[in-house]
Structures are given as structure tokens and as C-alpha cells.
């Protein structure tokens, strides 16, 4: 595997990760914000 190739994959795997990381954040802070009643700006 040639250099490139793998750096392809180490960025799309970074991506991914980030991705997923965002979304159960997000899920994870609104829960947070519902339970303490706070009304979510934005």
C-alpha cells in the first residue's frame, strides 16, 4: 500500500469518526438540555 493510499484512508476514517462523534454529541447534548429543562438557543 503506497503512501497516498493510505493516507486516503486515514482521512476518511478521520472523517468518520468525526462525523459520528458530532452527531452523538449533539444527540447527547440536547438530552442533556431537555432533562435540565434549558431551552436550546439555536
Known sequence: M???TF???VF???ILAFVILAI???NAW???RIRMG???DK
Request: one cysteine or more.
Open 12 to 14: 476518511g476514517l478521520a
Open 30 to 32: 440536547l438530552d442533556l
Open 38 to 40: 434549558v431551552r436550546p
Open 2 to 4: 503506497d503512501t497516498l
Open 24 to 26: 452523538s454529541k449533539k
Open 7 to 9: 493516507a486516503l484512508c
